[in-house]
């Protein structure tokens, strides 16, 4: 199951994006179909995390592929890992929002 990243608003997630859209228009997105690549400065040090994290993987002297199953796990665990946070902001909206309107 693929799963569709929403619309990245952070930098790091729109470099991350820049990055993951390169190698799937060039289609290297197995160890068979990798590509010469060459960041930009700009784009190195998420290059080098996207490396750390096994979802930019290479293949020889600067033959890089990426790893879809792996993008989509690493997608998948920062979303679980803002799920409380943003439950827990969702539940102090609500009750700030009852203490407000209380009448009593």
């Known amino acids: 199951m693929a799963v569709v990243e ?23 997105i197995t160890p068979l179909n990798t ?38 796990a690493v997608i998948v665990h920062h979303r679980r890992k803002r799920a409380p946070v943003l439950i827990a902001v969702a539940v102090a909206l609500a009750l700030a929002v009852m203490v407000t309107f209380y009448v009593g």
């Open 35 to 72: 590509i010469l690549y060459t960041p930009p400065a700009d784009l190195k040090p998420v290059f080098d995390k996207l490396i750390a994290q096994r979802v930019v993987r290479r293949e020889g002297q600067s033959y890089y592929w990426l790893d879809l199953r792996v993008l989509d």
């Open 6 to 28: 929403s619309v990245p608003i952070t930098k790091f997630a729109r470099a991350r994006r820049r990055i993951v859209d390169h190698f799937c228009a060039e289609h290297a």
